[in-house]
Every structure is written in C-alpha cells, then in structure tokens.
C-alpha cells in the first residue's frame, strides 16, 4: 500500500471497528504534504479505490477535491 492508500484504509477500518465517525485527519494531512492521490498501490487500487471500498464519502470529497486543484494548478 502507498502511505495515502493505508491511511484510508485505517481511517476506514478504525470506524468499523469502534463504530465512530469517518474522518480524514491523516488523509488530509499526507496530501497537504504532497501525497499522490493518483499513485496505485503494487495491486493497482489507488486511494480512490480504497475510498470507495470503504464508502468513506468524506475521503472520496477530500481526494476529488485536491485532484481538481491539483488539475487547475496544472493549466
């Protein structure tokens, strides 16, 4: 797993766990420090993926969110 696609999963499994709110804390920070939310893990899923595996909504927004400024930053 890429350090943003662990950190998902985590996020995502620690909910289940306990049954507490998703939340993005670490998701955020790793990409306010220049993680790559398109790099694929060896397996081919990318943070994306393991957002959407989770239904971790807040995840899937904050990603989305970050890829289209990332993509407007680029023009």
């Known amino acids: 797993m890429t350090l943003l696609t662990h950190s998902i999963d985590v ?18 920070v790793l990409l ?3 993680a ?3 790099l694929a ?15 971790h909504d ?5 990603l989305r969110a970050h890829i289209s400024g990332r993509a407007a930053g680029s023009r």
Not at 11 to 28: K, N, W, Y
Not at 43 to 55: F, K, L, Q, S, V
Not at 58 to 62: D, F, G, N, P, T
């Open 41 to 55: 893990d060896p397996d081919g899923d990318t943070p994306m993926d393991m957002a959407n595996r989770y239904g």
């Open 36 to 38: 790559d939310p398109g």
């Open 11 to 28: 996020e995502g499994d620690s909910s289940l766990q306990s049954g507490r709110p998703l939340t993005v804390h670490t998701t955020a």
């Open 58 to 62: 807040l995840a899937v927004q904050l």
């Open 32 to 34: 306010a420090f220049g």
